[in-house]
């Protein structure tokens, strides 16, 4: 009996992408593309932004890494459909200071010797706040299927890959865990909450346990509710992404005065996070007698949030901003 098989051929990257800025950027900003990456990584990724300025220059894509909302840390993600240069190596150290990225990501055709061991010398010499990764990207197709792209990790931090299995470990174990399955609960009881409660807002659908995503009306802008375990606390969040983060949040933060009259209380307003925050402590975020209570501060804030920011949101041009002399960049 004889079986037929066909070749696995690797595809150009230029075929699939012929622009780094165009093409590649916006694909690999998709959220089944960076949930990809991240599963390569041991990550899950939620983009922030692409084509973010830092000073004269643009970096390619600002992510979160979402494993840990209470810890949540940027990822920065810089492409180059071509064999590495100096010239990206330098834009990446560049980018990392100036967006405080605690991970880096160097996606590549390919990389050179030199490079690599860059990579791995940084990852050597720093301390595990920061973890920088050099990944080669290759697309293949067997005949005429589909293509298929791969992420091929060629430098990682110290033990990532035992810290990868460990995490791995413990994520199986936390699909079981009491904790895991509270929290599910929990959430699933709030959105039960606020149907019955008659609410226009409706959560973005996610996989997460720990926190639920709103719109608000625009994109690169949304509001979250989550729970803080270790202190007590039930948050509501506005944040802003993009290019026009910081001018949003700055024209925002000028009506701080008339915003937090009208929201009746005051409110926490992170630049460097580029969003405001309101949270409220309670006894016990376990105990399930008192997640009514819970459940109806969550509703009215985030409806409060949704009032008073969104027509605000709508209205934001980032153009009228212009930064202090003190704040700009050169």
Not at 290 to 303: C, R, T, V, Y
């Amino acid at each position: 009996m004889s079986i037929e098989l066909s070749r696995l051929e690797e595809v150009g990257l230029r075929e699939i992408w012929p622009d780094e800025a165009q093409d590649f950027t916006p694909w690999l900003a998709q959220e089944e593309n960076l949930t990809l990456l991240g599963e390569t990584l041991g990550m899950e990724l939620e983009l922030e932004a692409q084509e973010i300025y830092v000073g004269n220059f643009r970096a390619d894509i600002l992510c979160r890494n979402i494993e840990n909302p209470e810890h949540e840390t940027w990822v920065l993600i810089e492409n180059q459909l071509e064999e590495t240069n100096h010239r990206h190596l330098g834009q990446i150290l560049t980018y990392s200071a100036g967006l405080d990225a605690h991970t880096v990501i160097w996606i590549a055709k390919k990389f050179r010797e030199e490079h690599r061991a860059a990579l791995d010398h940084l990852n050597e010499i720093t301390d595990e706040r920061l973890k920088c990764f050099g990944v080669e990207v290759k697309v293949w197709q067997i005949g005429d299927s589909a293509r298929a792209p791969q992420f091929e990790i060629v430098s990682s931090p110290n033990d990532w890959r035992r810290e990868i299995s460990q995490e791995a470990q413990r994520a199986e174990i936390e699909n079981f865990s009491p904790a895991r399955l509270q929290r599910k609960k929990f959430w699933a009881q709030f959105r039960d909450y606020i149907s019955q409660r008659g609410s226009q807002l409706q959560p973005r659908e996610r996989k997460s346990t720990r926190y639920l995503v709103f719109d608000i009306g625009r994109q690169s802008f949304a509001m979250s509710a989550w729970r803080n375990q270790r202190d007590r606390l039930c948050c509501i969040e506005l944040y802003m992404t993009g290019k026009n983060a910081s001018a949003h949040f700055y024209q925002l933060k000028e009506e701080r005065e008339e915003i937090e009259s009208e929201f009746g209380e005051s409110l926490v307003w992170q630049e460097k996070y580029k969003n405001v925050v309101v949270s409220q402590g309670f006894d016990n975020l376990t105990d399930e007698s008192d997640w009514p209570n819970q459940h109806k501060w969550l509703a009215d804030n985030l409806e409060k949030f949704d009032k008073v920011f969104r027509p605000r949101v709508k209205a934001l041009n980032a153009d009228d901003w212009e930064p202090p002399e003190d704040e700009d960049d050169e």
